[in-house]
């Protein structure tokens, strides 16, 4: 191969990482257009030089999917970016989310040989590089199918984990048809993550890929309901099913006045504007309600997202009130740095204890009381504790909660035999196979709560598991023929 | 899309759709309701499945003209399409053999009560049923309920149909009358009216089952929209209900939850007047 990359490690090391290209802060909170603009390809070929292309490349170890980030980069180096994005491809079938969403601070940029003593590679930058070049230059080739089969398999859900594990059985050749239960399709994607961090046209195009591929998606089914798991074997004639229904119910905190109007969970507040619509009320009927000052409950990624889609509802005061400290926010870095320069206020060290109404019932403030921070729970992180008498009122109109959520339990409910742990869980081998023949599941249903990668990472494998496991069924009956047809021949 | 098939109207603003919607209908059972989705621009609302027919894949919805939504619904026809249907949605009601029952419906709650009327007359109960309306015109479903109903009586706030009253007077009557031997009490209506049936048996107690109809999103679990509180409890009416113990629902709770976007239901209102006027001016 040839020399692509002149430059000496130690010359690769002295280039400074490359930043994204980024909408201001005061203008884009005035709508939803996307944040970021990512990384343009001058900057993309300065940034995938940097790039040590070690022997052992522990980045594709740090890559819940493994992308071949050494081989991906390589390709960038010679601006082959369609390349590129296939070489992703082969591992991850929808790059142009991942780029987007990923937190790759934790994952291949944590290891990167390169961030040992420097800023480690912007692998994510480069991936959403090559996925967004590859989109806008209209270089997509869908991937052949070597071979066709029979047997169909059924995907509840059309989140992260479902739709990878039916793009990875579609291309094995399967025939595939992903259930899902609202009339749009992305499952969190589409209810959960708004605009601004992934642009609807991004989703609908990597989703119209998947349908590309072979894969029927039946919106406006929910499954459990509308029909069960044991009727998709028995009626539906599946072989197998992986359900990918996320982890969609949320939690509350159970304090006083959360029935107010006016105290939204975290999914309705976020469902309303991004599936629904709502900030085009009335032009899409779907209300929700406003105020100028928002405080939001929680330190995750979907408190993040509620905030700062609340700010661009035009909240003046957009509050995050979080009962631990910065540190131990669940959220992304790079989101909690966006929020802030967005104006979002982080009220830290801060837990609610009561939502005060008026004689309208309409939200005039919540009582919050101040934390501090004690031993380490069970999750690692210091436990936060009240401060006596630390009592005081914020005066909001709005209170959002982000304080976790679920598995929905209707599939648990309907599924006779099906394994769950603690909230429902549903319980999975190391192969994402459940305690039901021929049923995988995967993502936050099988984590409690987790990352899209990782809910990919578990559809990938359940595709593996789930043509293993119709393979060797399909071995089983081959050879019931044959010793039926030999039985046949001794008998005549 | 899901077509409609056929349009009756039953009241000035009260209209029946059948719509091929064979998914909905294939497993549907009485109290399950489904989520629908009339435009691409519009809200999803949840309307009780009053009836199915599997052999032609069709479901039966009775539909009020009250908000926006409903008002473009009941502007449709036969031919027309709807978006979107999911279903069957929530727990179908728990029905059996008590002995006696009292069928509560008011206004277009009547739709609702219907299925279970039937479902619970089919279970062998000896069905009294209540329908009652503002005045005559509200007054739906009469002959339907007749057909699986020992005995009916009807109330109007007006006194334009039946005995002028509301739906507790009979109610009353009937609990007091120990030859009649209610042992459980089924309502659907306005969520007032579901309070003082509720009220009421629970000075007999006698059991009574409520169908709430909170505010919904998705249908399905995801939001908490339809939260209510059910013995102190917080519980979601989309998957944990549609129908909860009367005695221990916190109906004013609810009410309150259900005035949250009145202001909004307005403008949305006032907007579709002005969509429907301007289509009517480019008519020819």
């Not at chain 1, 499952?187 to 890929?209: H, S």
């Not at chain 1, 507040?269 to 032009?283: E, G, H, Q, S, Y």
């Not at chain 2, 069957?88 to 206004?107: F, K, M, R, W, Y």
């Not at chain 2, 277009?108 to 062998?124: D, N, Q, R």
Request: with cysteine; hydrophobic share 40%.
């Amino acid at each position: 191969m040839t020399v692509l990359n002149p430059l000496k490690p130690s010359e690769r090391m002295k280039i400074p990482r490359q930043h994204s290209i980024e909408q201001l802060a005061s203008d884009r909170v005035q709508g939803f257009t996307e944040v970021s603009f990512g990384v343009d390809e001058e900057r993309a070929m300065i940034e995938a030089t940097r790039c040590l292309e070690c022997k052992n490349a522990v980045c594709v170890e740090g890559c819940p999917v493994g992308i071949d980030i050494r081989s991906f980069i390589q390709l960038i180096l010679q601006k082959d970016y369609a390349g590129a994005v296939n070489k992703i491809r082969e591992a991850n079938y929808l790059p142009a989310i991942c780029g987007r969403v990923c937190p790759q601070e934790e994952q291949c940029e944590a290891v990167c040989t390169l961030g040992k003593k420097h800023m480690p590679v912007a692998i994510g930058k480069l991936e959403r590089f090559v996925a967004d070049y590859e989109m806008e230059h209209n270089l997509f080739t869908p991937p052949v199918i070597a071979e066709r089969r029979d047997e169909k398999v059924a995907i509840v859900g059309s989140g992260p984990a479902g739709l990878t594990c039916a793009a990875e059985l579609a291309k094995m050749g399967y025939r595939v048809t992903i259930f899902e239960a609202l009339h749009a399709v992305g499952g969190v994607l589409r209810y959960g993550i708004p605009e601004f961090r992934l642009p609807r046209k991004v989703l609908d195009l990597e989703t119209d890929r998947i349908r590309g591929l072979g894969v029927e998606i039946q919106t406006n089914f929910l499954v459990g309901r509308t029909a069960t798991i044991d009727e998709f074997f028995e009626e539906w004639g599946f072989s197998a099913v992986f359900l990918g229904t996320g982890a969609g119910t949320p939690n509350f905190m159970g304090i006083p006045g959360e029935s107010l109007p006016g105290v939204y969970s975290a999914n309705e507040f976020l469902t309303r504007v991004n599936l629904m619509k709502a900030n085009k009320f009335p032009d899409f009927d779907t209300p929700i309600r406003m105020g100028s000052n928002v405080a939001v409950i929680g330190g995750g990624n979907t408190a993040m997202d509620a905030v700062r889609t609340a700010k661009r509802l035009g909240a003046e005061r957009a509050i995050l009130v979080y009962r631990r400290s910065r540190q131990e926010m669940p959220a992304r870095q790079e989101e909690i740095h966006h929020a802030e320069e967005e104006g979002i206020e982080l009220l830290l060290l801060t837990n609610p204890t009561r939502i005060l109404g008026n004689e309208n019932h309409t939200v005039t403030g919540m009582e919050c009381q101040r934390m501090e921070l004690g031993e380490p729970d069970e999750s690692g992180r210091r436990k936060p504790v009240p401060v006596k008498g630390s009592e005081f009122v914020i005066p909001v109109q709005i209170v959002i909660e982000a304080v976790g959520q679920q598995p929905n339990p209707i599939i648990q409910a309907t599924t006779p035999g099906l394994k769950t742990g603690k909230r429902g869980v549903v319980e999975t081998n190391e192969k994402q196979g459940t305690s039901r023949l021929g049923v995988f599941a995967g993502g936050d249903l099988a984590r409690g709560g987790a990352t899209v990668i990782l809910a990919m990472r578990d559809g990938k494998q359940a595709a593996v598991a789930i043509h293993e496991y119709i393979q060797s069924k399909l071995r089983v009956e081959e050879n019931k023929v044959i010793v039926s047809t030999g039985a046949e021949v001794v008998g005549t | 899309m899901f077509p409609i098939i056929s349009k009756e109207i039953l009241a000035p603003t009260i209209s029946k759709f059948v719509i091929h919607a064979p998914l909905a209908g294939k497993k549907r059972k009485a109290g399950n309701f489904v989520i629908i989705r009339v435009i691409e621009n519009g809200e999803r609302i949840p309307l009780t499945i009053v009836d199915s027919n599997l052999a032609e894949g069709t479901i039966t919805l009775i539909v009020q003209a009250i908000g926006k939504t409903t008002k473009l619904l009941c502007s449709m026809n036969a031919g027309d399409s709807i978006l979107d249907v999911v279903g069957p949605l929530g727990n179908p009601t728990p029905i059996e053999n008590h002995g006696s029952v009292a069928c509560v419906g008011g206004g277009v709650g009547t739709a609702e009560m219907y299925p279970i009327t039937k479902a619970l007359k089919g279970a062998g109960n000896r069905v009294f049923s209540i329908i009652g309306g503002r005045s005559k015109d509200l007054v739906i479903l009469e002959e339907e309920m007749r057909a699986y109903s020992d005995e009916v009586f009807i109330t109007t706030d007006d006194g334009s149909y039946g005995q002028k009253g509301i739906v507790t007077d009979p109610l009353r009557q009937l609990l007091m009358n120990s030859q009649s031997g209610i042992k459980a009490v089924y309502a659907i209506g306005p969520l007032p009216m579901m309070k003082a049936v509720s009220n009421l048996t629970k000075e007999f107690g006698v059991h009574t089952l409520v169908s709430l109809n909170a505010i919904m999103v998705d249908g399905t679990g995801m939001c908490g929209g339809c939260r209510v509180t059910i013995d102190g409890k917080m519980k979601f009416a989309c998957v944990d209900g549609p129908e909860f113990d009367g005695h221990q629902v916190d109906f004013d709770e609810l009410i309150l939850r259900n005035r949250s976007y009145l202001d909004f239901e307005r403008m949305a209102n006032e907007q579709l007047l002005k969509e429907m006027a301007s289509s009517h001016e480019v008519a020819p």
